[in-house]
């Protein structure tokens, strides 16, 4: 299970900027580029995830809604 799944959206979109960030720092390095890639590459998933999710409830709200009305 991801350590980040108890994370916000936003949380995880500001911990995705640094890792990106640090692609063009004076950090970088080689060695480390592999990792923080599939770092941020799990992180933009999980975002992805996590929104797709949220517009899932936001259509349901919509449709009882529009139901309602």
Do not use: C, G, P, Y
């Amino acid at each position: 299970m991801s350590e980040t799944n108890n994370e916000t959206i936003q949380q995880k979109t500001e911990r995705l900027s640094m890792i990106i960030a640090w692609f063009d720092s004076d950090d970088f390095t080689l060695e480390e580029s592999i990792a923080k890639f599939k770092q941020a590459e799990e992180l933009a998933r999980e975002i992805e995830t996590d929104l797709t999710s949220l517009k899932n409830e936001v259509n349901v709200i919509k449709q009882r809604f529009e139901e309602e009305s």
